[in-house]
């Protein structure tokens, strides 16, 4: 009887030794995997972060910037690009002055086109000097629509980025 009991003792002894290396390798994996989690927790907040700073650098970019849409393009005889930018800057300025934003060339830091030529007009990127400047644009934008001809399709609005 004793040793019947003793047989039995034995094989739960080797059920629970059998019991602890699985809990044991049981553990092991999720410690393991409570790591990666952690590591992908990690490099998730990293890339987060980055792209959060990237974006306030690009709104800070911007924000002296203006859109203005359908904008007529140059005539298509103009070939040279000094040409083109030169015909740009005039249409520019001469909306400036129909709209009474009163923006010298002096206040202007760059203008480009947006996008590849087409048989559309290009959007028409402009970066001012002072937010000021740009102040003075956007407050008379809305004359745009109270005029005649092909002005009235003109559009002038912040230079936004994607998440904007």
Known sequence: ????????LE?????GSADIVSLTK???TIQENVEKSKEREVRIKSETMEAVFAEQRERKSRERNVVIHNIPEPDAKLKKPDERKEADKKEMLDLFE????????EDIRFF????E???SSRPLVIGFKSTAAK???LGNASKLSDMENKLSDI?????LTKAQ
């Not at 094989?11 to 059920?15: S, V």
């Not at 129909?98 to 060339?105: D, N, P």
Request: charged share 40%; hydrophobic share 40%; proline share 0%.
């Open 11 to 15: 094989e739960n002894q080797k059920k």
């Open 112 to 115: 480009a086109r947006a996008g």
């Open 98 to 105: 129909k709209i009474e934003a009163e923006v010298e060339e």
């Open 1 to 8: 009887m004793i040793t019947k009991r003793l047989g039995v």
């Open 135 to 137: 102040a003075k644009v």
């Open 117 to 119: 030529a087409s048989d």
């Open 155 to 159: 559009s002038i609005a912040h230079d």
């Open 26 to 28: 049981r553990v092991d």
